[in-house]
């Protein structure tokens, strides 16, 4: 398939740039049997069944925004694609002129970063602090600003420290949100536990590569950046149990909906610890999940390409189109969809 059949118009002022007061009053747009419905996401505890299970991205959003400077004074923005080890992480650099390596970037507190290499878009730095117990994470959490995503056109503020994160947020290590979580309150999560709906967890710190767009015409031939996921044991007995009554497995965002497909390559879930890029797109067979809760995406994005592989090419963009003549809110604070073809 090419880039040009995810394609679709979206007026820029569709574009939610701040979250909305309540989370989960969101608009929801539920796609089940070629039919489309328009609810308030509250309402999303009606087309859940009892014993069915939900199953959560649990990391937890990192400042990962750095402002400094170069050693001759040049302006410097990093934003940290994920965390190596205890003292490197590999980054974007946006500089005037690309840093070399060996060369140092200089940021608030004494605090520098050397260049150790370049890997494509992205540089691998280390950490230099006059503390020399502080870890990489220390520093990130010291200096770091939220870091929305690029088409929110604003900066972080206050507010967002909170909302641009789930309340169930645990593992840190994300440089973005797994934003359909965003919709769910302490209140509706403790509706879902009275209703006997089950709830796991997984991790999957999701990186900068997420902002980066497809750049090849024919999208097979675009390659995922890494992404570190750890699936457990008892979330792989939650889902085979779940199955085994009859239950759906829902999977609550596009990270969720990948991690259990990779996973799920055997054809059996199985626990995983390490590294995925797993690429979802039209014509793959889903393994695990039976439902999708999923924010509206982006024009091209491989994100709206697995939306695409789940629901159907044809439906999906159906769907999208209906979304913008109804004026729905696109994006990370935008609103949300229930996709479900069982």
């Known amino acids: 398939m090419q880039l040009s059949d995810f394609n679709f118009i979206l007026p820029p002022e569709l574009i939610a740039r701040y979250p909305l007061s309540e989370r989960s009053m ?11 419905a328009h609810q308030h996401f509250n309402q999303v505890i009606d087309l859940i ?5 939900l199953v959560f991205n649990d990391t937890k959003v990192i400042p990962a925004r750095l402002i400094g400077q170069k050693q001759t004074g040049g302006r410097v923005e990093i934003l940290i694609e994920r965390i190596l080890d205890r003292q490197r992480v590999l980054a ?3 500089v005037s002129k690309p840093p070399r390596v060996g060369d140092q970037l200089l940021f608030a507190n004494d605090i520098s970063l050397t260049v150790l290499d370049r890997q494509q878009q992205f540089y691998e730095l280390s950490l230099a602090a006059p503390n020399q117990q502080q870890t990489i994470l220390d520093m990130i959490e010291t200096i770091g600003q939220i870091p929305l995503p690029p088409y929110m056109q604003r900066e972080a503020d206050e507010n967002d420290k909170t909302r641009y994160q789930t309340v169930y947020a645990k593992h840190k290590g994300s440089v973005a949100a797994p934003t359909a979580g965003l919709h769910f309150d302490e209140a509706l999560l403790q509706k879902l536990r009275d209703k006997q709906i089950e709830m796991g967890h997984l991790t999957l710190h999701i990186g900068a590569g997420t902002f980066l767009p497809v750049r090849v015409d024919d999208i097979t031939q675009h390659q995922m950046h890494p992404e570190y996921l750890q699936l457990s044991e008892s979330l792989c007995q939650q889902i085979t149990a779940a199955k085994a009554r009859g239950n759906r497995v829902i999977a609550v965002g596009t990270t969720s909906l990948r991690a259990l497909e990779t996973a799920s390559q055997s054809g059996e879930i199985t626990p995983y610890a390490g590294e995925t890029t797993i690429f979802i797109y039209p014509g793959y067979t889903f393994r695990c999940a039976d439902a999708l809760i999923t924010n509206l995406h982006l ?7 697995l939306v695409c592989a789940f629901g159907g090419h044809a439906a999906m963009l159906r769907a999208y189109e209906t979304a913008v003549a109804e004026k729905y809110r696109f994006y990370s604070y935008g609103d949300a969809m229930w996709i479900d073809l069982g």
């Not at 969101?26 to 489309?36: A, E, M």
């Open 49 to 53: 069944h009892p014993g069915d299970l």
């Open 299 to 305: 024009p091209g994005s491989t994100l709206l390409m």
């Open 92 to 94: 974007q650099v946006r």
């Open 26 to 36: 969101s608009r929801l747009l539920c796609v089940q049997h070629d039919t489309l």
